[in-house]
């Protein structure tokens, strides 16, 4: 038995770790902050177990040419990150005439 889709409900949802969305700009840049910060995070620890299994193992995970391939993704992943990052707390000082509080700026 097959399920008709009618013209407002998706035959496709995109992922999302919200259930919920008040703020879609804000939600876009935390689930990104998310995946992204994810996956910088599982590319230098496979990074940091090839450089450690250098001294111990014949044939580590990576090789030094795939430690530098994936060195350069993570830098330009957390580059992208503090653009998104950037382009938001911009956006959020243009259309609230209102400054986000910085570390230097009191509570």
């Known amino acids: 038995m097959s399920e008709e889709h009618t013209s407002d409900q998706a035959a ?3 992922f999302s770790w919200l259930t919920k969305s008040d703020s879609p700009s804000a939600d876009a840049l935390a689930e990104a ?3 992204i910060g994810n996956g910088i995070q599982l590319v230098l620890q496979m990074i940091e177990h090839s450089n450690i299994s250098d001294d111990f193992v014949e044939s580590p995970l990576l090789d030094k040419v795939q430690r530098s391939g994936l060195l350069r993704l993570a830098m330009a992943s ?3 990150l503090s653009d998104a990052a950037e382009r938001h707390i ?3 000082n243009e259309n609230h005439n209102r400054p986000l509080a910085s570390a ?3 509570p």
């Open 12 to 14: 496709f949802r995109p």
């Open 33 to 35: 902050s998310q995946d």
């Open 78 to 80: 957390a580059g992208l």
């Open 90 to 92: 911009r956006w959020v």
């Open 104 to 106: 230097d700026s009191p």
